[in-house]
Structures are given as structure tokens and as C-alpha cells.
């Protein structure tokens, strides 16, 4: 998927990329400590989270828009040949960069409402 089509093509995205981006989870988290991608490191685990509650059925206030665009955005971080092949070193990471940005912007609110949940279940189930 190239960062021209990313948009466009996000919401052909089924149940199985979402699984795929969990079976990549820790690549992914890897992979973010690099270069430009070191921006979104903190981002990144709460959007693997998000997925993994969202697909166990812990959580279902999101729309699927939002699981379907950050799966999205992952996996094009975990492919290395993409619009800007990885090899190339910096510029090749700079358009992972820019899809993260992107799709950090579409989905920040809704991922933002999802940690407030996280963390009253999480305070809930302690007492």
C-alpha cells in the first residue's frame, strides 16, 4: 500500500489484518525506535492495545474506522517496502512517519477516549 492510496484503501482492511497487526505486535514496537518513528513510540503500544481490547470484545466503543485505519497505519510501518523502501536509510522511514502522523490525527480522540476507559476499568477492577 503506498502513502498515496493509504486512505483510500484502509477500509477494505477485515478482521485479520487487525489479528496481523497483534501477531506483529512486538516488530512493530521495534521497528518504532528508530529514526523518525521514535516520535510515535508512546502511540504505538496504546494503538496495539486498542485493537487487542477491541477484538477480544473488551471494547466496542470505537468505530470500526478507527481499528481499520490504525491496523492500517501498522502494518504499513512493519512492511519495509513501501512507498519509500526502509532500506533507504532516514527517507525510508519518514513516509511510516507521515502514515502515523496521518492517521495519529484522524484517530487521536477517539484513542484518547479509549485510554480514559482503560484506566477507570482498570481502577474499577482493583477495588
Not at 492510496?5 to 516488530?27: I, Q
Not at 478507527?66 to 527517507?91: E, K
Not at 502514515?99 to 482503560?118: N, P
Request: net charge neutral; proline share 5%.
Amino acid at each position: 500500500m503506498s502513502a498515496s492510496s493509504f486512505s483510500k484503501n484502509f477500509e477494505s482492511l477485515d478482521r485479520s489484518d487487525a489479528e496481523k497487526v497483534l501477531a506483529n505486535a512486538a516488530a512493530i514496537q521495534r521497528k518504532a525506535s528508530f529514526g523518525p518513528l521514535r516520535e510515535f513510540a508512546a502511540i504505538i503500544p496504546n494503538l496495539i492495545s486498542m485493537i487487542s481490547d477491541y477484538l477480544s470484545g473488551r471494547y466496542s466503543r470505537v468505530p470500526w474506522a478507527t481499528i481499520a485505519m490504525s491496523s492500517a497505519a501498522l502494518l504499513y510501518v512493519l512492511v519495509p517496502l513501501d512507498a519509500c523502501p526502509d532500506v533507504i536509510p532516514v527517507a525510508g522511514l519518514l513516509d511510516d512517519a507521515a502514515v502515523l502522523s496521518f492517521v495519529w490525527a484522524a484517530v487521536k480522540s477517539d484513542v484518547e477516549t479509549y485510554l480514559r476507559w482503560k484506566a477507570e476499568t482498570a481502577k474499577s477492577e482493583r477495588n
